[in-house]
């Protein structure tokens, strides 16, 4: 029988995972490149002066709301000798002083104080070419969609209405409906594995139903139940929706699934139930959002996921929990207990991040390898069913693009 | 006898140092150590400080951790380690009848059966200890780990 030539990207090649170079290439092409990373909530610094730390990729910004309301992202890094500026993960500040020579910018950027610059006595000191204005921090192309604030490094990338497309925004404003958030805290994790094994897990709603013995012995995703991954024409951000069927019993395939627990049970169960709050009929939706954010929404905990990358061998995952400003404490109360669910404790989220670290020490020692993704055929368009690895597939079409693989 | 004496406070250190060996080695016995409707909290320092209320583990009575010890046991997919508290620093702030405010610093080392051991959460214990019948049992207990970044995962309640 002939062989049948297979698309490149239902093989992953293992080296991707670990490559120093490819890594370079990714901080490049992808973070600093033509892309809108996630950096914070507009909620997170709501008055003038307010500022966060975070990062792009591996680099370092400060997201600021200058003094005229405006929302800045800037690189961390003093113009001068690039002493990394500010050192507080939050807080609020009238201006940005480095502490080794005393620069001192505006919270636009803008070098505004240089000691010492006429030199003492007539001596030293700068000379009457140096302009100030070309001695400011580097600031990044900024834009917020419902009090969600991008970044960019990339002048020329496209508006971020067209970036997201319209099926992110349509579930993305189900979350971000207009109503205040309310920012009910923070999770930072570690993890041993390269950054894609966190996109394309977030990709990967089958292994949702095997995996999770928790989602599945307590019927939070079965893969008889209803549910879908889309993708958009980039194959940049995807959708994967499920629809949770309280008190039905598991169909015929479910036995097929020597994970699924029928005989647990729960005795804090009613944590677990989901009030409706969002439209559709969806009971968990989760949106990867190229490159760096996960959108997390599962019952009634919402969440931002943002990746900081550390290097080949491992990544950050920040966690931004929140709510809205109307929430009543009963409604509070069950985002918090459904927290549970996520998180470096999270009775989901620890086989995921366990997962990953595995896969991470499989795929190291063998770069020469490659994994296989066939599942529900060849193809990268959406469906609607999740027994499929097409957003995976989809992912691995782009990023071969983007990279020349 | 009052909580806050001398040999109360060694009951106290009891308290902690069983509550410990609970969790290394048998931790079906944890929630043993809450009053039935006790509240049990993990939180980064981050959020304590801020006022931020998101826990990485909270517990609300004795079905909620026995649901935790259920999944530690039965659901979670992780690899094997066994983890070792080392609780010190134990001091009660105050006392009043059977209820005493209780602080106590934690370490908690986690070892893997093929690798070396590593410190993985270092913090303090901010707590409600109440006398109930014999024994102490905490009535509340959160648990505020220092470095707000947590190296992959916590699988066993601190």
């Known amino acids: 029988m002939e062989a049948i030539e297979k698309p490149p990207w239902t093989r992953i090649p293992y080296d991707i995972y670990t490559d120093p170079e490819i890594y370079r290439r990714e901080q490049e092409r992808i973070f600093s490149g033509p892309t809108w990373n996630y950096v914070a909530l507009a909620a997170e610094i709501p008055a003038p002066g307010d500022f966060k730390l975070t990062e792009i990729g591996e680099k370092p910004v400060v997201v600021v709301r200058d003094r005229s309301g405006a929302i800045r992202v800037l690189e961390n890094r003093c113009a001068h000798r690039g002493v990394q500026l500010c050192r507080q993960p939050y807080g609020n500040a009238k201006t940005f002083q480095c502490p080794y020579h005393l620069w001192t910018y505006q919270l636009d950027g803008k070098l505004i104080g240089v000691t010492l610059r006429k030199g003492i006595d007539g001596k030293g000191g700068y000379g009457p070419d140096f302009d100030p204005a070309e001695h400011g921090l580097r600031a990044l192309r900024v834009a917020e969609r419902r009090g969600v604030v991008f970044a960019s490094f990339c002048d020329d990338v496209e508006p971020l209405d067209d970036y997201l497309t319209p099926m992110t925004i349509e579930y993305f404003d189900r979350v971000f409906d207009g109503r205040e958030l309310r920012v009910l805290g923070y999770h930072r994790q570690r993890i041993e594995g390269n950054w894609k094994l966190m996109v394309e897990n977030i990709r990967d709603s089958y292994h949702a139903g095997l995996l999770h013995v928790f989602l599945v012995s307590f019927g939070l995703f079965r893969l008889d139940q209803p549910g879908k991954g889309y993708v958009d024409a980039s194959g940049r951000h995807c959708v994967q929706a499920g629809e949770r069927r309280t008190g039905e019993l598991a169909s015929e395939a479910m036995s097929e699934v020597s994970t699924f627990r029928a005989n647990l049970k729960l005795e804090g169960g009613e944590m677990l139930r989901p009030v409706p709050e969002f439209p559709g009929r969806e009971t968990v939706c989760i949106q990867p959002i190229w490159p760096n954010l996960i959108l997390q929404r599962q019952s009634n905990t919402v969440a931002m996921r943002q990746i900081v990358t550390r290097g080949p061998s491992a990544f950050e995952l920040h966690w931004t929990f929140f709510g809205y400003a109307g929430d009543d404490d009963e409604l509070t109360t069950r985002r918090l207990r459904q927290a549970n669910l996520m998180g470096p404790a999270g009775y989901v989220s620890i086989d995921d991040t366990e997962v990953i670290e595995m896969t991470q020490r499989g795929v190291a020692p063998y770069p020469e390898a490659e994994g296989f993704l066939e599942l529900g055929g060849t193809g990268v368009e959406s469906a609607d069913y999740t027994v499929t690895e097409n957003t995976v597939r989809a992912f691995h079409k782009m990023y071969r693009e983007i990279m020349e693989l | ?158």
């Open chain 2, 1 to 158: 006898m009052e909580l806050g004496t001398a040999i109360e406070r060694a009951a106290v250190e009891d308290l902690y140092f069983a509550y410990a060996a609970a969790i290394d080695d048998d931790l079906e016995r944890w929630p043993d150590f809450f009053l039935p409707d006790a509240v049990y909290r993990v939180i980064a320092r981050e959020n304590y400080d801020r006022g931020f209320p998101i826990a990485t583990i909270l517990a609300e009575g004795h079905g909620m951790m026995r649901d935790r010890v259920t999944a530690i046991l039965q659901t979670m997919v992780y690899l094997p380690r066994t983890v070792r508290h080392a609780i010190t620093n134990v001091r009660i702030l105050a006392s009043e009848g059977p209820r005493a405010r209780v602080t106590a610093n934690f370490a908690v080392y986690e070892s893997y059966p093929a690798d070396a051991s590593r410190l993985l959460v270092v913090g303090r214990y901010v707590d409600a200890v109440e006398r109930d019948g014999g024994a102490l049992r905490f009535a509340e207990k959160t648990c505020i780990y220092d470095g707000n970044l947590v190296l992959g995962s916590l699988i066993y309640p601190l």
